[in-house]
């Protein structure tokens, strides 16, 4: 059974630090690159940053550049989000995706909220 579980979303501070985890399990993790989306409700779901199979390759959505770092441990089979200087505007919940063909999944997300 495929399973994609993010962890480490909470309340923080403007300015402050986060971590989610994306622990996978139930498909040959390294074969896919992996993704963080994230959600805010009444909006379409927007794509954060793309980590490829080996971690040699990433990509950021502008609005998180500098500030955001995915990376991943395939021997552990989890991705991560590393987050810094948060803003309000990042208040989300954030879901990590495995794409990689016919496959397609996506974990039930994480409550990030950003406020003092």
């Known amino acids: 059974q495929v399973q994609l579980v993010e962890s480490g979303g909470g309340l923080v501070q403007p300015g402050g630090s986060l971590r989610l985890s994306c622990a996978a399990s139930?498909?040959?993790?390294?074969?896919?690159?992996m993704s963080w989306y994230r959600q805010v409700s009444g909006k379409e779901r927007e794509l954060v940053a793309t980590i490829s199979r080996i971690g040699g390759g990433t990509n950021y959505a502008d609005s998180v550049k500098g500030r955001f770092t995915i990376s991943r441990d395939n021997a552990k089979n989890t991705v991560y989000l590393q987050m810094n200087s948060l803003k309000p505007e990042d208040t989300a919940v954030y879901y990590c995706?495995?794409?990689?063909?016919?496959?397609?999944?996506w974990g039930q997300g994480t409550q990030v909220t950003v406020s003092s």
């Open positions: 139930g498909f040959t993790f390294s074969r896919f690159p």
């Open positions: 995706r495995a794409y990689f063909g016919d496959y397609d999944y």
